[in-house]
């Protein structure tokens, strides 16, 4: 039991702290790149340029940046249901390290869901 417990919290920690990172870094830098693309497509309309977009490098960088929180947001919708799960019986047992990797591994959850499935977008 305190090992199943110990083991959650750490996955539980290491989910929180992928969801901070993701929300405090990366999803900021995908806000930026977003205002690169437009950028990029004001400065070359559909239809005036030889070259269309997805071929502009800087265009290619900009979206995957844009597109990584996405990305990022689903892996840790998924990698947050295992310490969830490793807790669940510990918690009930009143086990106070399998509380706390509950609780972290729902604030992950929910960070990864905001970000990962467009629920607030």
């Known amino acids: ?7 959650g919290f750490v996955l539980g920690l290491g989910a929180l702290l992928f969801g901070l990172y993701l929300m405090l870094v990366i999803v900021p ?18 239809g005036s340029s030889s070259t269309p977009l997805y071929e502009i490098p800087e ?12 990305e990022l947001g689903t892996i840790l919708l998924i990698f ?3 310490p969830f799960l490793m807790c669940v019986y510990p ?6 390290l399998g509380i706390l990797g509950l609780v972290m591994s729902l604030a992950a959850f ?8 467009h629920m607030f977008s």
């Open 29 to 46: 830098a995908a806000e930026i790149a977003e205002k690169d693309m437009d950028r990029i497509s004001a400065e070359n309309p559909i």
């Open 80 to 82: 947050s249901i295992v």
């Open 91 to 96: 918690a009930i047992k009143k086990n106070l």
């Open 110 to 117: 929910f960070i990864a869901a905001a970000y990962g499935t």
């Open 59 to 70: 265009y290619q960088a900009a979206f995957d940046a844009f597109d990584k929180p996405v």
């Open 1 to 7: 039991m305190k090992k199943l417990s110990l083991i």
